[in-house]
């Protein structure tokens, strides 16, 4: 008796599990081009509001997924559609998105260089003056010099 | 008469370049992000939201229709949006677990999957209420014949373990690979692949029993 039940516990288990959207190539695309957007210098606000989209295309899939019955089709379709439409709307927003991102990134990149290369302007201007005052003060000080007898 | 001397000029100049190569590297250093190290965390809690009462009364015992509050999270520290998916995937005592050295999944089967977009630093949480809906018990052995997850009910076939002790539910995280565009277990860092995975045991022994 005990190795009957035994024998049944050890067996594998089957479980009919969920099925996986048929969305998983698109996805991936769609986060090629966000991985694009952050590499480009994307904020995360930016990419916050798309990512939000992509969960809301996940959940509607998810949802189309358990419809199953034949009266249910024109509803499965609808929300079939309105995935697409997200995707779609996400990846020309990633699109824009990368663009404006990467010339903002080039934009700060440029401001900060010049940056550093003013504050060397700036240094060197420090430098002359001081060095000015230096020997302006050592010329003063040897004027001032008084020669006694020891 | 000129306004500096030539040697003087010649000073300031290589100030001049000095400083920039100094100002230049240190901007180079502050806009660099640094490498940091990827990784993921995933965790489960209890009712109350933290790493206890994980069971209804502090009983690992479950009865049918009792249901069970967890809270499932992810935290994504990989520096990029990362697709990931969370498997649950129910066992008894003698399949194997995920291998962390091989970096290798459970061989138990998935009841249900959580998939998911979450940005770097975001961390997402989900509660996981479930339940066990019908059991039997045959010759000492209880099967679990269904599970409510989330008011989702999931059939199981073959899901049994001698007198109802040792089951557990496994939690796997897996990540969306965009090189082969699959999903693969764990994750791949420095070149070493990663894996996060966790387990929750529980006893059925109050099975009806079979034809009852």
């Given at each position: 008796m005990l190795m009957v039940a035994g024998l049944i516990a050890t067996q594998p288990l089957a479980v009919r599990s969920q099925t996986v959207g048929s969305l998983e190539p698109r996805l991936g695309q769609t986060l090629v081009t966000l991985h694009q957007a952050e590499s480009a210098g994307a904020t995360p606000s930016e990419i916050e509001a798309l990512v939000a989209l992509l969960n809301k295309a996940l959940e509607l899939d998810n949802e189309a997924l358990k419809l199953n019955a034949p009266d249910q089709a024109q509803r499965r379709i609808g929300l079939l559609a309105q995935v697409e439409q997200i995707l779609t709307t996400v990846e020309n927003r990633t699109t824009e998105l990368i663009a404006v991102a990467s010339q903002r990134s080039f934009n700060d990149r440029v401001l900060t260089y010049v940056g550093g290369a003013i504050a060397a302007v700036l240094g060197t201007i420090s430098y002359a003056f001081t060095v000015s005052f230096y020997r302006k003060y050592r010329i003063k000080r040897t004027f001032q010099m008084r020669v006694t007898r020891k | 008469m000129s306004f500096m001397s030539s040697q003087n000029r010649r000073t300031l100049i290589a100030v001049f370049i000095t400083l920039l190569v100094v100002c230049e590297m240190v901007v180079y250093v502050a806009t660099t992000p640094r490498p940091r190290e990827q990784f993921f965390q995933l965790y489960v809690l209890g009712a109350k939201h933290m790493?206890?009462?994980?069971y209804p009364n502090n009983d690992t015992d479950i009865r049918i229709g009792e249901p069970v509050t967890w809270y499932l999270g992810v935290t994504d520290n990989m520096g990029s949006v990362q697709l990931i998916s969370i498997r649950v995937k129910i066992a008894n005592q003698t399949i194997k677990p995920p291998d962390d050295m091989q970096a290798l999944e459970s061989p138990a089967p998935v009841v249900t999957e959580y998939m998911r977009f979450i940005q770097d630093n975001e961390t997402w949480e989900t509660p996981l209420v479930w339940s066990i809906s019908d059991a039997v018990s045959v010759a000492g052995s209880t099967r679990i014949l269904t599970l409510l997850i989330n008011n989702e009910t999931y059939q199981l076939q073959d899901c049994s373990a001698i007198n109802g002790h040792n089951f557990r539910l496994i939690f796997e995280l897996w990540t969306y690979q965009t090189h082969n565009d699959t999903f693969q277990f764990g994750w791949v860092t420095n070149s070493e692949h990663r894996v996060a995975w966790l387990q929750v045991w529980f006893n059925m022994t109050s099975a009806r029993p079979a034809g009852g």
């Amino acid at each position: 008796m005990l190795m009957v039940a035994g024998l049944i516990a050890t067996q594998p288990l089957a479980v009919r599990s969920q099925t996986v959207g048929s969305l998983e190539p698109r996805l991936g695309q769609t986060l090629v081009t966000l991985h694009q957007a952050e590499s480009a210098g994307a904020t995360p606000s930016e990419i916050e509001a798309l990512v939000a989209l992509l969960n809301k295309a996940l959940e509607l899939d998810n949802e189309a997924l358990k419809l199953n019955a034949p009266d249910q089709a024109q509803r499965r379709i609808g929300l079939l559609a309105q995935v697409e439409q997200i995707l779609t709307t996400v990846e020309n927003r990633t699109t824009e998105l990368i663009a404006v991102a990467s010339q903002r990134s080039f934009n700060d990149r440029v401001l900060t260089y010049v940056g550093g290369a003013i504050a060397a302007v700036l240094g060197t201007i420090s430098y002359a003056f001081t060095v000015s005052f230096y020997r302006k003060y050592r010329i003063k000080r040897t004027f001032q010099m008084r020669v006694t007898r020891k | 008469m000129s306004f500096m001397s030539s040697q003087n000029r010649r000073t300031l100049i290589a100030v001049f370049i000095t400083l920039l190569v100094v100002c230049e590297m240190v901007v180079y250093v502050a806009t660099t992000p640094r490498p940091r190290e990827q990784f993921f965390q995933l965790y489960v809690l209890g009712a109350k939201h933290m790493a206890a009462d994980y069971y209804p009364n502090n009983d690992t015992d479950i009865r049918i229709g009792e249901p069970v509050t967890w809270y499932l999270g992810v935290t994504d520290n990989m520096g990029s949006v990362q697709l990931i998916s969370i498997r649950v995937k129910i066992a008894n005592q003698t399949i194997k677990p995920p291998d962390d050295m091989q970096a290798l999944e459970s061989p138990a089967p998935v009841v249900t999957e959580y998939m998911r977009f979450i940005q770097d630093n975001e961390t997402w949480e989900t509660p996981l209420v479930w339940s066990i809906s019908d059991a039997v018990s045959v010759a000492g052995s209880t099967r679990i014949l269904t599970l409510l997850i989330n008011n989702e009910t999931y059939q199981l076939q073959d899901c049994s373990a001698i007198n109802g002790h040792n089951f557990r539910l496994i939690f796997e995280l897996w990540t969306y690979q965009t090189h082969n565009d699959t999903f693969q277990f764990g994750w791949v860092t420095n070149s070493e692949h990663r894996v996060a995975w966790l387990q929750v045991w529980f006893n059925m022994t109050s099975a009806r029993p079979a034809g009852g």
